[in-house]
């Protein structure tokens, strides 16, 4: 199967900065689309940013200009670079990939176990 392991979540100050990294191991054929959500407490989980194969990325309005998101396709791994944190950016963050792990199976999605990103004010 295929497991994501996100890491690099903190307890950071506003204004502050932060990267996260997700690996994809197991049977991995190809990866599609990549992708960071997040979920604060009582809230519903919401798309941070994607990253296509070849590199296109599409941003949450409100991380726009702040986070960037970036791949690295030899290593399975994709980053996120958050700058400039808000304390409203306190969330549970979650990696996503779309994985094909042969060439007859269909592309399914799976999920990291999520790393906590606390901004305090």
């Known amino acids: 199967q295929v497991q994501l392991v996100e890491s690099g979540g903190d307890l950071v100050q506003a204004g502050g900065s932060l990267r996260l990294s997700c690996a994809a191991s197991?049977?991995?054929?190809?990866?599609?689309?990549m992708g960071w959500y997040r979920q604060a407490p009582g809230k519903q989980r919401e798309l941070v940013a994607r990253?296509?194969?070849?590199?296109?990325?599409n941003y949450a309005d409100s991380v726009k200009g702040r986070f960037t998101i970036s791949r690295d396709n030899a290593k399975n791994t994709v980053y996120l670079q958050m700058d400039s944190l808000k304390p409203e950016d306190t969330a549970v963050y979650y990696c996503n990939a779309e994985v094909r792990t042969s060439i007859i199976i269909p592309l399914r999605g799976y999920w990291g176990q999520g790393t906590q990103v606390t901004v305090s004010s």
């Open positions: 990253i296509t194969d070849g590199g296109s990325t």
């Open positions: 197991g049977i991995i054929f190809s990866i599609n689309d």
